[in-house]
Every structure is written in structure tokens, then in C-alpha cells.
């Protein structure tokens, strides 16, 4: 029985998702137009420009990095708690990172049903990703999960992971990681497009076997 709920849960995320891939999403979300006029379009990029420096099986490396609702968020608070994913994106105020993550915030349930955390990084400082995040949901509410800033030193903990990019900005990237603290599975994706939701479910859903 809970095997078939999980498969439904992501059945439903994927529709979700391909609602979004036909470009609904700008359109129900709320977005303003002040929003869609401030975004910025730095048109195609080479599509990967790093070299990972580490592998699935790898002990994640920890990080602490400043959230952008206070404090410190570091990787190791969830140890032996909860899974982790890590959304590297590139940067605030561009077209696909500014519906990556409200994409995220409309399937929270997947992440909570598989005892998961989503950690949103950027390598952005804090006023530019509280002003880009403010405007994300539209509704009144909050993206739910956390978003941190690598701005300084800059890019350190893209770096760590070998998804920063020689310009200064991260790959757009996915790492998921066990309650152990290893590496299950990593997306660096063609930093001009979205990656799927479908990675991220099934990669959690093998975590809960």
C-alpha cells in the first residue's frame, strides 16, 4: 500500500511538472508583471563548463552557509534525520532558476513523504535573493524550503562539489543525498533548462526501499 501511495504521489508530481514544461506555470502562479519585467535573460550558455569533484558513494562534503531567513543552514543538522536534496542554481532574476523553484514549492509533499529537505543554493548575497525569493510566490506565502547564499567566499561550496562555473555562477544541479550523509545521485544539468522532477522522485523513492 505504500509503495502504490509513493507511485501516485509521483505520478502526480510528473503531471505537475509537465503542466509546467508547456508554460502554464507564468501564467497560474500569480507571477506579476514587475516580476516578468526584472527578469534577466542571458540567452544560451554552454550548456556544462566544470568538472565534478565528487561521485555518487562520496561522503557529501558539509557546508554552513547564511539562509536567506536568518541564521546558518549547514548539511550536517540533517544528518542521521533526513534526506537532502541540493538545487544548486545559477543565478537570481533569470528565466529558468525563477520557475525551477517555485516549481519545487508547489510538490512539497513529495519531499515530505519521503522524509526529504530541499536546500536551495546560489552563489548570490543575501539582499539579492530576498528580494528575488519575495517575489517568487505571489500568494502571500513562502518558497518552503531553505534558500542559501555561497556569495562569500565566493562560490566555495559549488566549488567543493566541482559545480562552479569559470564565470563565477554554479551549474544548475542536483544532488541528492541519504540520511548517512553519501551521495545517491547526481544531476549536473544543461544549465539552460529545468531538470526533471522525475530524478529527484524516483532517486527518494529508492531511499525509502
Not at 540567452?43 to 557546508?63: C, E, H, I, N, Y
Not at 513562502?142 to 567543493?160: M, R
Request: net charge neutral.
Amino acid at each position: 500500500m505504500r509503495s502504490e501511495k509513493n507511485i501516485l504521489f509521483v505520478l502526480m508530481g510528473l503531471a505537475v511538472f509537465l503542466f509546467l514544461d508547456l508554460g502554464v506555470y507564468a501564467r497560474s502562479s500569480g507571477r506579476s508583471d514587475v516580476f516578468k519585467e526584472n527578469i534577466y535573460d542571458p540567452g544560451t550558455l554552454k550548456p556544462r563548463d566544470s568538472v565534478l569533484k565528487v561521485k555518487v558513494g562520496d561522503r557529501a562534503p558539509d557546508f554552513s552557509l547564511p539562509a536567506v531567513s536568518g541564521g546558518k543552514v549547514s548539511l550536517s543538522q540533517y544528518l542521521n534525520k533526513m534526506n537532502v536534496v541540493l538545487s544548486f542554481v545559477p543565478a537570481a532574476w533569470t528565466p529558468v532558476c525563477s520557475d525551477q523553484w517555485p516549481g519545487y514549492n508547489i510538490v512539497k509533499y513529495i519531499f515530505d513523504q519521503h522524509d526529504a529537505v530541499l536546500l536551495g543554493i546560489t552563489v548570490d548575497n543575501i539582499p539579492t535573493l530576498f528580494a528575488w525569493t519575495n517575489q517568487m510566490v505571489t500568494d502571500g506565502g513562502n518558497l518552503w524550503f531553505p534558500v542559501l547564499s555561497d556569495f562569500w567566499p565566493h562560490g566555495a561550496v559549488a566549488d567543493k562539489y566541482g559545480v562552479l562555473r569559470s564565470d563565477g555562477i554554479s551549474e544548475r544541479a542536483i544532488f541528492v543525498i541519504d540520511k548517512k550523509g553519501v551521495i545517491q545521485y547526481i544531476d549536473v544539468h544543461d544549465i539552460n533548462k529545468r531538470p526533471p522532477l522525475e530524478g529527484i522522485a524516483s532517486e527518494l523513492e529508492k531511499l525509502q526501499k
